[in-house]
């Protein structure tokens, strides 16, 4: 089992930054990729993805993006992070960390159905 916990949300104005923090524990050898998924409020708004790396380093990002998102991790500390720069209000959100032992090529790493474990979500509300 794989259990994560986000944290360093908030609530900012538009143009703020923010660096969300996922800690991981448990049986962390297996975990092939991490990804950073959204919920955005609304009906009939699923989860999304936003980035995701491989233990090997590989990064993906999704098209919305546009360079504002950078997700890195210290896997000596098993701990993922999601820099956020410039946010907008259409960035609040829940934020989920999540974790995958699956041996998926990056072009799955943004499916919220190629992961095994989640987070409970750290809130991020960005006002205008």
């Known amino acids: 089992q794989v259990q994560l916990v986000e944290s360093g949300g908030g609530s900012v104005q538009s143009g703020k930054s923010l660096r969300l923090t996922c800690e991981a524990s448990?049986?962390?050898?297996?975990?092939?990729?991490m990804g950073w998924f959204r919920h955005l409020p609304g009906p009939g708004k699923g989860r999304e993805g936003v980035?995701?790396?491989?233990?090997?380093?590989?990064?993906s990002y999704a098209d919305s993006d546009n360079g504002r998102f950078i997700i890195s991790q210290d896997r000596s500390k098993n701990m993922l992070y999601l820099q956020m720069i410039s946010l907008k209000p259409e960035d609040t959100a829940m934020y989920y960390c999540?974790?995958?032992?699956?041996?998926?090529?990056?072009?799955?790493?943004?499916?919220?159905?190629?992961?095994?474990?989640w987070g409970q979500g750290t809130q991020v509300t960005v006002s205008s």
């Open positions: 980035a995701a790396i491989d233990r090997g380093g590989l990064l």
């Open positions: 448990g049986s962390l050898t297996s975990i092939t990729f």
């Open positions: 999540a974790a995958s032992r699956r041996d998926y090529v990056s072009r799955w790493h943004l499916d919220p159905d190629s992961y095994d474990y």
